[in-house]
């Protein structure tokens, strides 16, 4: 797994690329936390995320727990059909705003405005 960021219109956009799973999920869990204490707008670019475990969607769940307490707002954008699929049949999809792209997800933070 690989993550990179980078700010656009002051938001935060975390791309992850590679397999969320057991493995990696405790360094993305610790990238979030720290992540999370700087940003109260954060879209997760998944394009390029090939799998996420049950171990990953806990740690997108408590990311979106801890989002919401604090009253700031995560999206998920441009997931991969299989992604997609997990999510799907987790009944998670219900959960988390997503975004069929990257651009949607931006633009719908300056729909609030």
């Given at each position: 797994m690989k993550i990179t960021e980078r700010d656009?219109?002051?938001?935060?956009?975390?791309?992850?690329?590679?397999?969320?799973?057991?493995?990696?999920?405790?360094?993305?869990?610790?990238y979030l936390d720290k992540a999370m204490r700087n940003d109260s707008r954060i879209v997760f670019d998944l394009s390029d995320?090939?799998?996420?475990?049950?171990?990953?969607?806990?740690?997108f769940l408590a990311a979106l727990k801890m989002m919401k307490t604090r009253?700031?707002?995560?999206?998920?954008a441009s997931l991969q059909?299989?992604?997609?699929?997990i999510l799907d049949i987790s009944g998670l999809s219900n959960?988390?705003?997503?975004?069929?792209?990257?651009?949607?997800?931006?633009?719908?933070?300056k729909d609030k405005k």
């Open positions: 656009l219109d002051n938001i935060q956009v975390i791309a992850i690329s590679g397999r969320v799973d057991v493995i990696s999920a405790n360094d993305l869990e610790r995320t090939e799998y996420i475990s049950s171990s990953g969607l806990r740690v009253e700031c707002e995560m999206k998920m059909p299989v992604i997609r699929n959960i988390f705003s997503i975004y069929h792209n990257l651009k949607e997800a931006i633009d719908s933070f």
